[in-house]
């Protein structure tokens, strides 16, 4: 073994070794890459897209036959590849924020204006439950838990806001109102008991909103098929259908009745100014802040938090139980086991790639609504089945997740740390 | 590979930065043959960083490391321990739910024969047995490590260290958590080893061990060399190696009669988390304008006494009244309320949120009430405009009061919750370690702050583990010991007997001691 | 100063004795739930009788029981164990108590349940047999999560692994025509959501739950999209694997009750109990399972001794997504025999409720995973038969049961004290 020492003066800092300054170009790179949040998003998005553009190649069986041959004529197998791909994503695109074909074909009037919104008006109906979903998982992150249990807590909020819209005979106004805090409450019972058993036990949180998440789904199956409950007119198991008085009004009925993007989008867009506004200036939200990021500072500090903890619980799943209420009083008007569909688990997503801010939920949750707009549009068009966009969404968080990881990817940040590293350690080890 | 005992260690030019900071500069060390080797420095100097080099932990940026004249590459702990080197971390190195075998042979273990290679459990335990009774240092194999005491951990430590042939032991910081009498004991522990052969590289900034034990010492200060000179060196000059200037602990307290009595504390008793009795019929009063200090090792129940005086631990019996109002069972942020103010001992994990504002710290348990805010709502203007008021006030250097706490020193961290809790009106101030680990000028700042308390009548209740600091703050000193108040003395009692009360052992009827069996003294 | 007194190591203030002992709570809880038992079951119950047999079918030989009768009597026989548990010298035959208490609990349950039933026998043979079936799943996840834990990674994306476990043995059995070679491609399947995992969770230090989390939703839409894609177009070429070969040992077979599940049995039963075993002896008597244990409880220790922390974590995340791979295989080898999008129903986060319920420990998994599988086989038997308790709250009968023991209801899990905590040298 052996080992080679400094050569160039004593080794200290004041060696007088200076770098010559980055030129122009590479400060201007660094700046990008160390204002991330909005860079390492942006790029982790496009390879998230590029990830399934493989996983689109793979699955298509004539370009697979293709490959076969790629060392022959490796064109043919790019070129086709470039246009299924194009013309996934090009759908994609059309789906989720609007397609010019249509917009011409309205101009034209060949087509009812409500055509050149209808994707947008998806959009923002997929957002509408990711908005309250995100915004369940983030502002129990900011407190200092995972609430893993968003999917289930939107199962109770969609079952109490079925129930009281096709139980209770209610005037208008104030059906839409009992079913919609019905939802919020119910969901809120459903983040009590992991904050209750956090507090009181230190059961962690994990585990018990991911063994609730089960409960509250199987719960749901029992319930739909009880007497009460079930469509006494249908043999599978579905609830009788909401009443009129207690759905969500949908915006641009006036403009065509395909639009379906409803009341909840605006309820959702209220819900994220009430949580900024309570995570910046409500003592609430100084106080979960803290706890969040010190328990024992916020304790010594004189804050409860346990009460803060069972607090948070409920408000998130109040929010989740907002987002159960906005599918089963919009688009699924009656229970069914896969009433809320996902909307819990990517709630998670959502929350995560919002950063668990407030308004960067809401960017979330408008990016996965349109990749599921677009989805369902890129496989009725394109033979690209759903899941593709499940796949991009997990991808797309990961990568935000592991910022790391994307530089690694591109490179360049590591490339230039190495080469400075190299101009400056010119010496030993 | 086959080492020649005893073994000679020379470090050269080693330096080692982290980001802008240079924590070892140009650092060199020889440590002879059978030779204890003392490393002073204060906290923050840089000893760490420099054993962690040699222990392989961390990897210089420069310099080299020579074992018997031979240049040497230390990747990892591993690399150490194959060229004779044996390392008894600050914090112990030992898994709790292990028993003191498991611990020993981790990372050595003896295999019986077979396809299997199932642990030697019985070859791992004969072990250590062996090495403990070579070395005289008693330690049940058996035991499970969390349910032993501090000091028996650390002999399994370093009976761990020893079963793997190790000629040179460094021992980092190991009289922290010790009492006087389990610290005689290590001592003793390494005139052994040093008769046995053995090298020791000792690391502390307690002046009064490395006198009695290092055959050389080696004075270190904000990461470089300051000097090596030997035990027969004053103190005081070693003292003024390690800080780089005369140091003065001596402040100017003027006399002060102290006023009615505002914290009483009678037959109080706590258990930690793990049921153990830790506070254990404590009787305390500290009046008005007065300071009572609290000393003693760590460890002994000052924790958490001062937790269960703040409302942060449940009391198991007794009573504590603040003005003759009970304090038990009440929140704490009520008696933050009642014009309490509190530095905590760990300022980074129960003082501040550091991900925090300055602004948001300096508010961290006002924040409800005016003019900061009311019940539900906060006012930022308020809180930012005191925040700048504040930052000017306590010299809190940062660019701005929007900043993150954590982008602070430590001396201006705990400036912010000085800044904190000094800033309203306070009828009793609790200090658990306010001035640990923080540079000199930091230290002075706080003592006059703390001083200035007493001064405007708040009763003071100083814990601190640095008896220096208490002796030179205190009006009177309560020794505290396995959760009891041993005795109340003043502070021109001799260090000596404080000492001997902060191991335990309580003399009759001393000279200059004030009260009696942990009495107050009205 | 005169001869120095050293103070006394006992405690000078007397600790309030505690009355609420491990034993009385869990014998007043077992008591309560006994006398409940007794009565309710007792009066829901008819007076027809209740049948037992050993058998796997319900002809045969059989132990008749009036209903109301052996509600109530098994009930209060639960509530005297309870009692017992009170007796001054109860904590030698704790488990004992508890374990007979709570058979008799669920005793009075069947009788109740079977006399209010068209088809009043219960064939117990059956029922443990599905209940080890159901199990097998559940014991391939616990020790996957176990062994991952264990070093200090949390590994919530069981799910996902079972997940690719599925989708890759129903490929690769149909493809090459052998299960085997379906099996093997399950363990590569799970292996690769463990890479994703042990690569994020490692080396970029990404939490863990939020991986774990995102990986069972990226392991769901591969799947489900290479499902559409590929297999539900061409399901004969793609998707129809044949079920893993039962074998019979001749005479053994015919012991009652273990006989069935033992001897007549399949290469799941078999690699599920030989892991049980293996990975038992794997962590508490060789170098590898010391190793792991110090990593997951306290890694800087393992690091100073020169034991490699990440490396060490690596191999356990990968091996145990290995073993969860091949719990997938039981999914479409032997359960079903073609995949299906998300047919893994959240089994895999049963298998992590298998984990805390056996508190890390690979036999008391397996413990747990009989326990969750009994209760399974139970609401499938009753519903079978037209019991009048809905089997959906059976079926939550698991994940109660988890989170009673994480909030320390029925005594305390511990969880290895670095889990789930990134390593960081230095």
């Known amino acids: 073994m052996s080992t080679t020492t400094s050569t160039t003066g004593g080794g200290g800092p004041r060696g007088g070794r200076h770098a010559p300054p980055p030129p122009f170009a590479l400060r201007f790179l660094q700046q990008l890459w160390s204002a991330n949040t909005v860079t390492v998003t942006v790029l982790a998005i496009v390879l998230a897209l590029l990830v399934g553009a493989i996983l689109i190649i793979i699955a298509d069986p004539q370009l697979r036959t293709m490959y076969g041959y790629f060392f022959a004529r490796p064109t043919d197998a790019l070129g086709a590849s470039w246009d299924r791909v194009a013309d996934a994503y090009a759908n994609l695109f059309r789906g989720a924020i609007v397609d010019p074909g249509v917009v011409a074909r309205v101009i034209e009037g060949e087509l009812p204006p409500a055509r050149a919104f209808a994707p947008i008006s998806e959009t923002l109906r997929f957002a509408t439950p990711l908005v309250f979903t995100g915004l369940a998982f983030a502002i129990a992150f900011r407190g200092g838990l995972f609430n893993i249990g968003v999917q289930g807590q939107a199962i109770l909020g969609a079952i109490g806001a079925a129930l009281v819209g096709f139980l209770l005979p209610l005037p208008v106004v104030l059906h839409l109102v009992a079913a919609v805090l019905a939802g919020a409450l119910l969901g809120a019972t459903w983040g009590f008991i992991p904050g209750f058993l956090k507090a009181r036990t230190g059961a962690h949180e994990v585990i018990v909103t991911i063994m609730l998440n089960w409960v509250g789904l199987i719960f749901l199956g029992w319930l739909i098929v009880q007497a009460w409950v079930a469509d006494p007119t249908r043999a599978d198991a579905i609830s009788r259908p909401v009443d009129e008085s207690a759905r969500l009004p949908r915006l641009l009925a006036w403009l065509g009745p395909g639009l379906r993007v409803d009341l909840g989008i605006v309820l959702a867009v209220l819900a994220v100014v009430a949580v900024a506004w309570l995570l910046r200036r409500a003592t609430f939200g100084f106080e979960l802040r803290a706890v969040g990021l010190s328990p024992d500072a916020a304790r010594v500090a004189g804050m409860s938090v346990t009460g803060t903890y069972v607090m948070v619980m409920v408000v998130a799943g109040a929010l989740a139980g907002l987002g159960g209420m906005t599918m089963v009083l919009g688009p699924a008007l009656a229970l069914t086991p896969a009433v809320i569909g996902n909307v819990g688990f990517d709630g998670i997503l959502v929350g995560l790639l919002g950063r668990a801010k407030p308004w960067g939920v809401f960017a979330a949750a408008l990016l996965f609504g349109a990749l599921q707009a677009g989805g369902n549009r890129m496989q009725v068009s394109s033979g690209v089945s759903l899941e593709l966009v499940q796949v991009i969404q997990a991808l797309i968080v990961v990568f935000v997740a592991a910022p790391a990881l994307v530089k690694a990817i591109f490179a360049l940040r590591a490339a230039r740390a190495r080469s400075i590293a190299a101009a400056d350690g010119g010496h030993g080890w | 590979m086959e080492r020649r005992v005893p073994l000679r260690l020379e470090l050269h030019g080693i330096t080692r930065r982290f980001g802008e900071v240079v924590a070892n500069d140009g650092i060199d060390l020889t440590v002879e043959p059978g030779e204890i080797h003392a490393l002073l420095g204060e906290n923050g100097a840089g000893k760490s960083t420099l054993v962690n080099v040699l222990y392989g932990m961390l990897q210089p940026d420069s310099g080299q490391i020579l074992i018997d ?104 910081e190991p009289t922290a958590v010790l009492t006087p009498q389990e610290t005689d004991d290590l001592l003793e522990v390494m005139r052994t080893l040093k008769a046995a052969g053995k090298s020791i590289v000792f690391i502390t900034h307690k002046l009064r061990e490395v006198t009695a034990i290092a055959d050389r ?46 914290l009483s504390v009678a037959g109080l008793a706590v258990n930690d988390e793990r049921g153990h009795r830790v506070v254990d019929g404590v009787d305390l009063t500290v009046h008005a304008g007065e300071v009572l200090g609290i000393a003693g090792v760590q460890g002994n129940g000052q924790t958490e006494l001062v937790e269960a005086v703040m409302g942060l631990r449940p009391v198991l019996t007794g009573t504590v009244h603040m003005k003759g109002t009970p304090l038990v069972g009440r929140r704490t942020k009520d008696i933050l309320r009642m014009h309490v103010g509190y530095i905590p001992e760990d300022r980074s994990v129960d003082g501040l949120v550091k991900e925090f504002t300055i602004a948001e710290n300096l508010v961290l348990n006002m924040y409800d009430t005016t003019p900061y805010g009311s019940r539900w709502i906060l006012r930022p203007a308020a809180i930012a405009s005191s925040a700048a008021e504040r930052v000017e006030r306590f010299d809190i250097r940062t660019t701005s009061p929007q900043a993150a706490v954590a982008t602070l020193s430590g001396g201006n961290q705990q400036k912010v919750i000085v800044a904190r809790e000094l800033t309203r009106p306070l ?55 396995r959760g009891r108040i041993l005795d109340v003395v003043n502070p021109q009692t001799p260090r000596e007997q404080i000492g001997l009360l902060m191991a335990g052992v309580r003399g009759d009827s001393a000279p200059g001691q004030v009260g009696g069996d942990g009495a107050d003294a009205t | 100063m005169t001869a120095p007194d050293t103070v006394p190591a006992t405690a000078a203030v007397a600790e309030p004795a505690r009355f609420w002992t491990r034993e009385r709570k869990a014998g007043t809880g077992l008591g309560v739930t006994g006398l409940v038992a007794a009565a309710l079951f007792g009066a829901l119950a008819s007076d027809r009788p209740a049948a037992f047999t050993l058998a796997e079918t319900t002809a045969g030989d059989t132990v008749e029981i009036n209903g109301t009768l052996g509600a109530v009597v098994f009930g209060l026989l639960a509530a005297v164990a309870g009692a017992a548990l009170w007796a001054p010298r109860a904590r030698r035959w704790f488990v004992l108590l508890l374990a007979a208490g709570i058979v008799a609990v669920v005793v009075s349950f069947l009788c109740w349940q079977l006399s209010r039933s068209p088809q009043n026998v219960l064939p117990l043979g059956n029922v443990i047999r599905s209940s080890v079936i159901f199990a097998l799943p559940l014991i391939f996840g616990g020790l996957a999560g176990t062994i991952g834990e264990r070093s200090g990674v949390i590994n919530i994306a069981i799910e996902g692994q079972f997940i690719m476990g599925a989708f890759f043995a129903a490929l690769v059995a149909t493809v090459a025509a052998s299960v085997w070679f379906g099996i093997v491609a399950a363990a590569i399947g799970g292996l690769l959501i463990a890479a994703l995992l042990a690569m994020l969770a490692i080396r970029f230090v990404v939490d863990q ?69 293996l990975v038992y002896v794997g962590l508490f008597h060789t170098r590898w399972g010391l190793r792991t244990r110090a990593v997951g409880e306290h890694p800087a220790a393992a690091d100073t001794v020169g034991v490699k922390v990440l490396g060490l974590r690596y191999l356990n995340v990968l091996l145990a997504g290995a073993i969860a791979g091949v719990g997938g295989a039981y999914f479409t080898l032997l359960a079903t025999t073609n995949f299906n999008k998300g047919m893994t129903a959240g089994l895999g986060f049963i298998a992590l409720a298998t984990m805390i319920f056996g508190r890390w420990n690979p036999v008391g998994v397996l413990l747990a995973a009989v326990f969750f599988g009994f209760s399974r086989a139970l609401a499938v038997y009753l519903g079978s038969i037209g019991s009048p308790i809905p089997s959906q709250f059976l079926n939550m009968l698991p994940y109660l049961a988890t989170i009673a023991v994480v909030a320390g209801l029925v005594g305390r899990a511990r969880p290895p004290a670095a889990d789930g905590k990134p390593y960081i040298k230095g």
């Open chain 2, 427 to 481: 009828t009793m101030l609790v200090a658990a370690q306010p001035t640990r680990g923080l540079d000199v000028g930091s230290i002075e700042f706080i003592h006059r702050q703390i001083l200035h308390e007493r001064e405007v009548g708040t009763a003071v209740l100083l814990v601190s583990s640095e008896l220096d600091e208490v002796i030179a703050l205190a009006d009177r000193i309560a020794v505290m010991y």
């Open chain 2, 69 to 172: 004249g031979e240049p040497v590459r230390i990747h990892g702990p591993r690399d150490a321990i194959a060229a004779g080197i044996g390392m008894v971390h600050q914090h112990f190195m030992l898994v709790p739910v292990f028993t003191v075998t498991e611990n020993v042979m981790l990372g050595a273990e003896p295999a019986r024969g077979g396809p299997a290679r199932l642990l030697d459990r019985q070859r791992a335990r004969a072990r250590v047995v062996e090495v403990s009774g070579r070395y005289s240092l008693a330690v049940d194999p058996d035991a499970t490590v969390e349910d032993l005491p501090v000091g028996v951990q650390q002999r399994a430590e370093i009976v761990k260290a020893l079963a793997r042939e190790v000629d040179l032991l460094i021992l980092d």
């Open chain 2, 217 to 262: 010492i080696t004075v270190v200060r904000n990461g470089r060399v300051v000097g090596t000179t030997g035990p027969e060196e004053s103190e005081d000059a070693l003292a003024a190696m390690m800080v780089g200037r005369t140091v003065s602990l001596q402040v100017s307290k003027p006399p002060q009669p102290p006023g009615e009595p505002v």
């Open chain 3, 209 to 277: 739950i939020v991986v774990g989390v995102v990986l069972i939703v990226f392991a769901l839409g591969v799947t489900g999209f290479l499902f559409e894609q590929l297999m539900a177009p061409a399901p004969t070429r793609y998707n129809a694997p044949s079920r893993v070969p039962t074998w019979e040992v001749p005479a053994l077979s015919d012991i009652p009750l273990v006989g069935p599940v033992l001897f007549r049995a399949n290469i799941f039963v078999y690699l599920a109990l030989a892991l049980v075993v």
